[in-house]
């Protein structure tokens, strides 16, 4: 904006200007990354837990890597590398908290509030379940909604029929979600749990699993018996799978 993007226009009229968008690093890079810093090979499971927690941002990965090394959380006792390593088992280091939390706090209060509600439904979220979910007029969370795409904080794709929106960093909504207090974090699962209900379009029973997750992450202000209702279902259906799964392999092995 002002005289910067005056100067950017005029040095692209004359063609002095070339645009390098800047994207992560690759599984494979993050790999070798990984393996300069350790001094050793680093296991699948972890090279696949950084990376997609990062996206392959380089200072990212480094930090996190430090992180988890200065946690003891990489290593055995013998110094070498755990053979397992889930993304859930990975938090926000310090460094990276603040380095988020700036650029989150350049927002509108009111865009970082939807951020918390996206956040507890996922990684990546419909604007449907979005605006269900936060009762938000229109027009006021689209704003929201362009405001955090603009700061790059989430990005859009049109997965027809509607919009998949996605946060650019798995790190960005784990940051987000730390700074929701566990009693809100418990009503606005139990939000989002209710908004699927309302606008599920296919039996209830395929979203049991997400459904029965948000209600059991919502505690004790669910009702229990909705809780154990879809946890039942989403437990049948699991086994169910199990069995297929078994079934099919066996028939493929045959």
């Not at 988890?68 to 055995?76: H, T």
């Not at 209060?109 to 604007?127: C, H, V, Y």
């Not at 904080?153 to 996605?166: D, K, Q």
Request: charged share 25%; aromatic share 6%; glycine share 8%.
């Amino acid at each position: 904006s002002g005289s910067l993007g005056k100067a950017l226009d005029e040095l692209t009229r004359h063609h002095l200007l070339e645009r390098v968008n800047l994207r992560g690093l690759s599984e494979s890079a993050v790999s070798e990354m990984i393996g300069t810093l350790s001094g050793q090979e680093p296991p699948s499971s972890l090279v696949e837990a950084i990376y997609s927690a990062t996206e392959g941002n380089p200072f990212f990965v480094e930090e996190l890597y430090k992180h988890l090394k200065e946690r003891g959380r990489l290593s055995n006792s013998g110094g070498k590398f755990r053979r397992s390593l889930k993304l859930d088992d990975l938090d926000v280091p310090q460094s990276l908290r603040l380095v988020i939390g700036r650029n989150l706090a350049g927002l509108a209060d009111e865009t970082r509030k939807m951020l918390g509600t996206a956040a507890i439904i996922g990684r990546s979220f419909t604007f449907g379940l979005l605006e269900a979910s936060t009762r938000a007029d229109t027009d006021k969370l689209l704003d929201c909604v362009e405001e955090a795409e603009k700061a790059g904080v989430i990005s859009s794709t049109l997965e027809y029929p509607e919009a998949l929106f996605r946060f650019s960093h798995e790190l960005i909504r784990q940051t987000v979600l730390s700074e929701i207090s566990p009693p809100r974090r418990q009503r606005l699962h139990l939000s989002v749990a209710e908004a699927i209900e309302r606008i599920c379009k296919s039996p209830l029973e395929d979203q049991a699993n997400e459904i029965a997750d948000h209600l059991w992450q919502a505690g004790t202000i669910a009702n229990p018996g909705k809780t154990v209702n879809y946890l039942a279902i989403a437990a049948k259906r699991a086994l169910a799978q199990s069995a297929f799964n078994e079934a099919a392999e066996g028939y493929r092995r045959a």
